[in-house]
């Protein structure tokens, strides 16, 4: 079994910083990818940033700029590092985990989500 736990999130003023954090344990057999997904009220799930095990990132488009996806490669831990926060970047943030297990198959994981609100 694999875990996933979130922390940093909070509320924040308009134009303020927050640092998520997602540390991974359990049997994480080979990493694909790991990322942060978002969901605000009413709204669909959405990708926000994620990190390939090859050191690519990919952002999406209304976070390029502000947000910062890292990894801590001996902890398993995955960060995100929002910066020039909006009220549109409030909803619940989800740490999502990509990993090959060790019979080939390709497993999704999440974490129980930490929640973000931006004040304007």
């Known amino acids: 079994q694999v875990q996933l736990v979130e922390s940093g999130g909070g509320s924040v003023q308009a134009g303020g910083s927050l640092r998520l954090s997602c540390a991974a344990s359990?049997?994480?057999?080979?990493?694909?990818?790991i990322g942060w997904y978002r969901q605000a009220p009413g709204k669909q799930r959405e990708s926000v940033a994620s990190?390939?095990?090859?050191?690519?990132?990919n952002y999406a488009d209304s976070v390029k700029g502000r947000f910062t996806i890292s990894r801590d490669n001996g902890a398993n831990t995955v960060y995100l590092q929002m910066s020039s926060l909006k009220s549109e970047d409030t909803g619940a943030y989800y740490c999502?985990?990509?990993?090959?297990?060790?019979?080939?198959?390709?497993?999704?994981?999440w974490g129980q989500g930490t929640q973000v609100t931006v004040s304007s």
């Open positions: 990190l390939t095990s090859s050191g690519r990132t």
């Open positions: 359990g049997s994480i057999f080979r990493i694909n990818a």
């Open positions: 999502n985990l990509a990993s090959w297990d060790a019979y080939g198959v390709l497993r999704n994981y």
